[in-house]
Nanobody
Framework: QVEVVESGGGLVQAGGSLRLACATS????????VGWHRQGPGQERELVAD???????NYADSVKGRFTISRDNDKDTVYLQMDSLKPEDTAVYYC???????????????WGQGTQVTVSS
């Protein structure tokens, strides 16, 4: 059974930093792509950053230069380092594991329960 658990959210002042962690189990982690998404109050869920199994990263324009996504395949964990936080970064942050099961079975998506990030002005 695949599990995805986020941690590291909290309350921080504008300009501060937080590091989110996405711990996974029940899957061959190194084969999978992982993304961080967020959903602010009254907003749709949006992609923040993702990282492929090969370590290739992609960022939303709104977080480029401030956020860094990384992975530790030994710990089956993906991190999101968030610096220079702004009030508009306030949201619930979700981790999305995209389990690659090969060409026949395709990709399965798993989501964590989310972690709240609140940035005060």
């Amino acid at each position: 059974q695949v599990e995805v658990v986020e941690s590291g959210g909290g309350l921080v002042q504008a300009g501060g930093s937080l590091r989110l962690a996405c711990a996974t189990s029940g899957t061959i982690f190194r084969r999978n792509d992982v993304g961080w998404h967020r959903q602010g109050p009254g907003q749709e869920r949006e992609l923040v950053a993702d990282i492929t199994s090969d370590g290739i990263t992609n960022y939303a324009d709104s977080v480029k230069g401030r956020f860094t996504i990384s992975r530790d395949n030994d710990k089956d964990t993906v991190y999101l380092q968030m610096d220079s936080l702004k009030p508009e970064d306030t949201a619930v942050y979700y981790c999305n594991l995209r389990e690659n099961n090969g060409p026949r079975l395709g990709v399965f998506d798993y989501w964590g329960q989310g972690t709240q990030v609140t940035v005060s002005s």
